[in-house]
């Protein structure tokens, strides 16, 4: 019954929300542009340094690119889904946020996901299309390796969800989102090449103290059988027990919300 | 004195609630120090507050800005955690935000909207109707109920950043009332108004509140709402509460006089006729006397048998002014 | 003049008056060059080679694309499309003060908080990574190299500025200006060295502006190119600053004459 109504609520709000994205159509494409545009210029930079080097870390070419797929799928899926904590800042300080607190529906479902806009929709289908077309590339996968590989993505969706919750909650206590959630994304810029790539201890930390190596190499190592099983157990304890913290600090800042005064 | 028991829709104990300011210093240095120490400083916004509401009742909550209005109204709805002190709403504790207890309350803040502003209003109501989960007859019924109350038939389809402030104002009406809450919170509602729409809204909420029995706490800071609205008001200054009763007990207990104005041609009358009360406002023909109120009625008398005057007239003390001389005396 | 240097000062502390936003700025500029100088680290450890560029002169490049981004790109005349969408702008058509001057100088004021504290975050980096980097020691070299980031400056603004006049015809300031960063990005030579491309791909890059705004300069650093190569380079980068030049003019004037129709 819960599911169901928070299910419409979602639905309305992204007919929402993509109502209103595409009343600036041209910045809309343009957006749309210059994304195909990063993605695509990543992809020569590869191509570039496989044309000419030995590559990187005994990785094949098409190891490489199934990397930065995974990154790619796992980076717009979240975009997609949370798209409205970025104007998290903005309902704060304008006082709608407290129209969040003061309605029947779970604030914080309302802040993560109210404002998914279809726009985002044809990069993330490129994303899927990009990690199938890499995936046959490999050499020959396992199924078990592929239903571990589905298991992991959603892993590192929920990771990515307790990172925006975090977020939000510091929003809720300085007003200060914008900032924090550009860090987010420079970190995990790191994830678009296997971060074993990087030297110790800078490896290790971003494995698994900023868990982007676990949210976006992790998923793809274990397609490629290179994972064993005690990481992929480790992998889904860190993202549950990150994202019960995180609920956690949620709850904190909400009871020291004060809201912005009148 | 005060009795709480089961029939108060609202009631309040004691209420507390500190706000931390951070103190920062201007300048370069002031900006690193700042990042190392913080000196804070804790503001009591609201100072150990009483009070109850039955319901339906309307109740006026008045105070000079900073009072401890607004905090208190968002210690009601929930928005706030109370630093000490209990509070129960509707038989609820406002601030675990529970799902009753948000499905029957409505918090109105003047001059910021729940509105989208891109969308006509009826995407805000039907929008509203999932989340209060309204069913499809009785959201019909009530939204045609407001429509003809407020007179806005057909603005309803047109996009809202395309409507006038006033029938904006009447869209985050019906937005806020679509679910017929039981407690209704307005917050400023008046503010950024002209005189015109200030009325109408006041007549507003009048008539919902006779309708639908809600009880409604209205906070302002200006005099013309509780005026015309409330009969019982909570005067609030510097965080505690200053008067708790009826607006006609105010006036009696702060300002027990009444002001009579005439115009007296005679030259020694005129000065006889001063020595009655106290002179607030003299010019020859025209006075102005302020006496007791328990006097006023024979004072009058006896200035219409022993002089000859015209226009007498009797008025109750300035209400305004009254609240004003109350905020006064409570800054000591 | 007095009034430029005032202006450029201005900007200058302009910055840190937003304290927070600045040191995340510096913490994500940081960020994005570590990422970038551990990816080459991992392709080319030491002893391997790719064209003629070995570790050192590969991490050399990295990092000093990143000092001379921050010396040529640092700008504030993003705030042009701003000023032209708010009518600020008209504040300054009132006022006896070149526009373009205005700008260039408000640039100069940016350049130099990032250039120091570039500075710092390199040196500190340079202490705790040791990065194996080349210096130049060559006199002639070093000259001719400030002389070429000298000229991708007046490239780089010329180019802003003529991005910033697309807000005479549009109200979207962000997704252009997005763009524009992604593509100057690759094709200036930050993410690699433009030279180890095919050939025939390259020399289409010896024709393009953005080739001139990092990845030149830097090879005139590096020495690795002969002194009529560095000439014809730097004479390059010049005639390009004079279309932009032209083109920025052009697109003023008439934007001008659009803006003041509005009546804004």
């Known amino acids: 019954m819960e599911l169901k109504k928070y299910f419409k609520i979602w639905y309305f709000l992204t007919t929402i929300a993509t109502q209103i994205a595409l009343t600036s159509r041209l910045g809309a494409i343009l957006f749309l542009i210059g994304k195909l545009l990063r993605f695509a210029l990543f992809l020569v930079f590869i191509m570039v340094i496989y044309s000419q080097t030995q590559g990187i870390q005994g990785y094949s070419f098409w190891q490489v690119l199934f990397f930065f797929a995974t990154f790619n799928l796992i980076d717009t899926a979240s975009q997609f889904l949370l798209r409205e904590v970025y104007r998290f800042r903005y309902y704060v300080l304008n006082g709608t946020f407290d129209y969040f607190l003061t309605k029947p529906m779970s604030p914080l479902f309302r802040s993560l996901f109210g404002g998914s806009d279809i726009l985002d929709i044809p990069m993330l289908a490129i994303s899927i299309i990009f990690v199938y077309y890499s995936t046959f590339k490999l050499t020959t996968v396992a199924p078990i390796d592929l239903i571990i590989y589905g298991l992991l993505v959603i892993n590192a969706l929920i990771i990515a969800l307790a990172i925006h919750i975090v977020v939000i909650s510091i929003g809720v206590l300085t007003t200060e989102v914008d900032n924090t959630i550009m860090l987010y994304r420079d970190l995990t810029q790191m994830g678009r090449i296997p971060v074993d790539v990087y030297r110790e201890p800078i490896s290790w930390i971003i494995t698994f103290v900023i868990p982007i190596g676990v949210m976006m190499t992790f998923p793809a190592k274990a397609l490629m059988g290179l994972l064993s099983t005690q990481f992929v157990l480790i992998s889904i304890f860190l993202s549950l027990t990150i994202f019960f913290l995180c609920l956690r600090f949620w709850k904190y800042a909400i009871k020291n919300y004060s809201s912005v005064s009148s | ?332 | 003049m007095k009034k430029y240097w005032q202006i450029a000062k201005i900007t200058f502390s302009e910055t840190t008056a937003y304290r927070l936003n600045f040191v995340m700025w510096r913490v994500r500029v940081v960020l994005q060059l570590l990422t970038i100088y551990f990816l080459w680290q991992a392709i080319l450890p030491r002893g391997a080679k790719i064209l003629n560029y070995d570790h050192s002169q590969i991490l050399t490049y990295i990092l000093g694309t990143s000092l001379i981004w921050s010396f040529v790109m640092a700008s504030r005349s993003q705030s042009i499309a701003d000023e032209i969408n708010s009518g600020s702008l008209s504040n300054f058509l009132i006022k006896p003060i070149n526009y373009f001057s205005y700008h260039f100088f408000r640039d100069i004021g940016d350049k130099a908080m990032n250039i120091l504290f570039t500075a710092v975050e390199l040196t500190l980096m340079y202490f705790i990574l040791k990065p194996p980097i080349f210096i130049q020691t060559d006199p002639t070299y070093l000259a001719l190299a400030l002389i070429s980031i000298f000229a991708a400056l007046c490239l780089h603004f010329f180019i802003n500025f003529i991005l910033g006049t697309i807000g005479f015809i549009s109200p979207e300031i962000w997704a252009p200006r997005f763009i524009f960063f992604i593509v100057i990005g690759f094709f200036a030579g930050s993410y690699f060295p433009l030279d180890i491309l095919p050939a025939n791909i390259f020399a289409i890059f010896k024709f393009l502006p953005f080739t001139y705004l990092l990845y030149f300069p830097l090879k005139v650093y590096l020495g690795q190119l002969p002194l009529e190569e560095t000439i014809v380079g730097i004479f390059t980068t010049f005639i390009w600053t004079a279309v932009f030049a032209l083109i920025a003019n052009l697109a003023w004037r008439k934007g001008l004459k659009l803006y003041t129709s509005w009546g804004k």
């Not at chain 2, 601030?95 to 969308?119: A, E, P």
């Not at chain 2, 006033?166 to 985050?172: A, L, N, S, V």
């Not at chain 2, 702060?254 to 006889?272: C, G, H, Q, T, W």
Request: aromatic letters at 10%; one cysteine or more; hydrophobic letters at 40%.
């Open chain 2, 1 to 332: 004195m005060l009795e709480f028991s089961k029939m108060d829709t609202i009631s309040v104990k004691n209420l507390v609630k500190t706000y931390q300011v951070f103190k920062k210093e201007p300048g370069i240095l002031g900006t690193f120090k700042s990042l190392v120490s913080r000196k804070y400083e804790k503001v009591k916004a609201v100072d150990d507050i009483s009070f109850s509401i039955k319901e339906g009742e309307l109740v006026g909550f008045i105070g000079p800005n900073g009072a401890g209005k607004t905090t208190t109204l968002k210690c009601l709805s929930g928005l706030l955690y109370p630093t000490s002190g209990e509070i129960s709403v509707l038989n609820f504790k406002p601030w675990q935000r529970k799902r009753q207890f948000l499905t029957n309350i409505s918090f109105v803040m003047g001059q910021k909207n729940q509105l989208w502003w891109d969308l006509p209003a009826i995407e805000t109501f039907l929008l509203n109707k999932e989340i209060f989960e309204i069913n499809d007859s009785q959201f019909k019924k009530t939204l045609g109920e407001l429509v003809d109350l407020l007179d806005a038939k057909d603005i309803l389809n047109i996009q809202v950043k395309r409507l006038s402030l006033g029938q904006r104002m009447k869209c985050e009406l019906i937005a806020a009332l679509i679910h017929l809450p039981k407690v209704l919170f307005l917050d400023e509602p008046t503010i950024g108004l002209d005189v015109v729409m200030q009325e109408k809204l006041r007549e507003f909420v009048k008539s919902y509140n006779k309708n639908f029995h809600s009880t409604i706490i209205l906070t302002s800071h200006y005099m013309e709402d509780v005026q015309n609205l409330a009969k019982r008001v909570i005067v609030i200054n510097f965080g505690k509460i200053v008067f708790d009763g009826l607006l006609t007990e105010l006036v009696k207990k702060k300002a027990p006089y009444k002001l009579i104005s005439f115009m007296e041609r005679n030259k020694d009358n005129f000065v006889k006729i001063k020595k009655l009360g106290k002179i607030i406002e003299q010019d020859f023909p025209k006075l102005t006397i302020r006496v007791s109120s328990k006097d006023s009625n024979r004072i009058a008398s006896q200035i219409l048998d022993n002089f000859t005057v015209e226009d007498l007239t009797i008025e109750e003390a300035d209400i305004a002014e009254i609240i004003r001389e109350v905020f006064e005396k409570s800054k000591k």
